[in-house]
């Protein structure tokens, strides 16, 4: 079950909070640009206050004589407010998308170094697709979002303030007409985001959802056509799909009504506009300029209404995804270790015991109960047992992946909750039933973050597990990208891991179903390499395939999280019990 809250809780006082967090050293920038927006504001607002007097002084002029230098300084102001304006206006805009990138540049950091930090235990309770769509589709919608709406939004509520100072100013009556006609504009806009908002965080969990599934399938595409399951995969699909297309369309069609709204509401306004002001200059209220000025002012007053309505569309876009983001960067992260300094002499011998280890996923279900065992330098350790029985787990708390319950694991007399888990790394090779290999080349996958590795290790460690011919077969051989063009069997993926743990050179090694993806005659060529190269190593293996560990020094038979056996195959063999069973079963004709 998912621990991440459904459809995503966070409000946007707790948003705001983490924006504070990650981007309060651009307060003073933004306020900047709030600055530069509210100047380039200002030839936007006074160039009707202008127009009118323009107006003015033409009607005036009609029945004696136009002054045509006066119109011609006020033109002239106009020029440069408007210049002076566009200039202040760009920069208002420059500055708030540097900030946003800059601000999506640290999230994406962020993230990056949150991956490293979060305990195995959240991967394994969350689907990868949730995950994906919250560091790449969610961080993207942040950074679009953001850009497109944040600097619209700051001019427009500039301009919005400004326009209804300008307005009150020069006529009261005028303006009262003018906003009355588009009160209405926030009411439904305000309804409209409330709605559209519920729907926006829907759109960012079924897009998780999709990503989920997507994923999943990809990655299980030949058991599902194994299974005859395509009927019932597409039909699984266009249900997370109908859902997603369903919230997506609501929510753009609610954000999308804000701006037809507030067009049709500031063309209502214009009308009123030059009822009311026609009834004033019969009166003889006002001059026929005020009424030239309040036409623009009534658009001016409509305009920032309709760009605020699509930047809050976007914000609301923003909101949605940064809560997501937030809630991944704000999870528990592994406890932190600087403090533990206790390194293990030189390289470790590989004196490995488990002491009276208990340990559970769930604090209410032990399934390792009170397990104890030793492992001598250079002995190899052969964990087998059914399914479930607890074999993995095993290698995982040795690892230091997960803490013990209870009990104790020490390495060379040295309990590991002592030692920083980097140093319990460097201890071990690991190589796991899972392949990972990366694009780049082969011999870039085989040295991965080991310095100082010679190209004459790489060729050894290869040979020794029966890869290096097939290498060599490429058209690049060592140097060959490993992309899309470049198709390798699961057998020839697993033999470079291998190889990789083997490069690695660590006092310790440990094989979980390392080599359950490969024929047994791929098996029988790794085996004697592989018994060759673990000598003076500690070797844990944990093997499906008994065949393969019947030259371990100890095997331990578990179940239920506890060992029922342990000795060698000879003695086990001998014994008939569990694990004599398990192994005449393998090869039972």
């Known amino acids: 079950m998912d621990n991440m809250k459904k459809n995503n809780p966070y409000t946007l006082k707790e948003i705001l909070k983490n924006v504070d967090y990650y981007a309060g050293q651009y307060k003073w920038a933004f306020l900047l640009s709030v600055v530069f927006a509210a100047l380039g504001s200002v030839a936007v607002i006074i160039g009707p206050d202008k127009l009118s007097d323009i107006t003015d002084t033409i009607t005036a002029g009609l029945m004696t004589e136009i002054d045509l230098e006066k119109i011609s300084n006020i033109a002239m102001t106009l020029v440069f407010l408007y210049l002076g304006g566009s200039l202040l206006t760009y920069g208002q805009g420059f500055i708030v998308a540097t900030i946003t990138q800059k601000f999506s540049k640290r999230l994406r950091k962020e993230i990056s170094l949150k991956i490293n930090k979060l305990p195995l235990k959240y991967f394994d309770s969350n689907s990868q697709g949730d995950v994906l769509s919250r560091v790449t589709n969610d961080m993207d919608t942040v950074g679009q979002s953001l850009n497109q709406s944040l600097g619209i939004l700051v001019s427009s509520i500039v301009l919005f303030f400004g326009v209804l100072f300008m307005m009150f100013k020069t006529n009261a009556v005028m303006a009262f007409s003018a906003v009355g006609s588009v009160l209405i504009g926030f009411v439904l806009m305000t309804v409209i985001m409330r709605k559209s908002q519920t729907h926006f965080k829907g759109q960012q969990a079924n897009l998780a959802k999709v990503n989920g599934f997507v994923e999943e399938a990809y990655t299980g595409h030949n058991t599902i056509y194994s299974y005859n399951a395509k009927d019932y995969t597409t039909k699984e699909f266009s249900a997370l799909n109908e859902d997603l297309a369903s919230s997506v369309w609501k929510a753009q069609f609610l954000s999308g009504m804000m701006q037809p709204i507030m067009a049709f509401i500031g063309n209502f306004g214009f009308v009123i506009?030059?009822?009311?002001?026609?009834?004033?200059?019969?009166?003889?209220?006002?001059?026929?300029?005020?009424?030239?000025?309040?036409?623009?002012?009534?658009?001016?007053?409509?305009?920032?209404?309709?760009?605020?309505?699509?930047?809050?569309?976007?914000?609301?876009?923003?909101?949605?995804?940064?809560?997501?983001?937030?809630?991944?960067?704000?999870?528990?992260?592994?406890?932190?270790e600087t403090a533990k300094t206790v390194k293990l002499a030189n390289k470790a011998q590989g004196y490995v015991s488990f002491d009276h280890v208990s340990f559970g996923y769930d604090e209410n279900k032990t399934i390792i109960n009170d397990f104890s065992t030793e492992a001598l330098p250079g002995q190899k350790i052969a964990i087998v047992g059914p399914t479930g029985a607890g074999k993995t787990t095993i290698v995982n708390l040795l690892m230091k992946f997960y803490e013990v319950t209870q009990g104790r694991i020490l390495i060379d007399q040295v309990d590991i909750a002592e030692m920083s888990r980097e140093e319990v790394h460097d201890q071990f090779c690991m190589v796991l039933q899972d392949t990972w290999l990366f694009e780049g080349t082969i011999k870039e996958n085989l040295i991965y973050n080991q310095p100082n590795i010679s190209d004459e290790k790489v060729i050894a460690a290869c040979e020794a597990v029966g890869i290096d011919h097939f290498i060599n077969t490429l058209p690049k051989g060592y140097d060959t990208v490993l992309d899309d063009k470049v198709t390798l069997s699961v057998g020839q993926k697993q033999l470079m891991t291998i190889a990789r743990a083997l490069l690695k050179d660590a006092p310790m090694l440990i094989l979980d179903e390392a080599t359950s993806s490969v024929d047994t005659r791929t098996e029988e060529l790794i085996q004697i390499a592989m018994d060759k190269l673990m000598e003076g190593r500690t070797t844990f293996v944990i093997a499906h395939r008994l065949s393969t560990i019947q030259n371990a020094d100890t095997i331990l038979v578990m179940k239920d999280g506890e060992i029922i056996e342990s000795g060698s195959h000879e003695a086990l063999i001998e014994d008939k019990g569990f694990y004599s069973d398990l192994y005449n079963s393998q090869f039972e004709k």
Do not use: C, H, K, W
Not at 293 to 307: D, E, K, M, N
């Open 273 to 336: 506009v030059s009822v009311v002001g026609a009834i004033l200059v019969i009166n003889e209220s006002i001059t026929f300029g005020v009424i030239v000025a309040f036409t623009i002012y009534v658009r001016l007053f409509s305009q920032p209404l309709g760009q605020m309505a699509q930047a809050f569309s976007g914000l609301q876009r923003a909101q949605a995804a940064m809560g997501r983001v937030f809630e991944f960067l704000n999870e528990t992260e592994l406890p932190d």
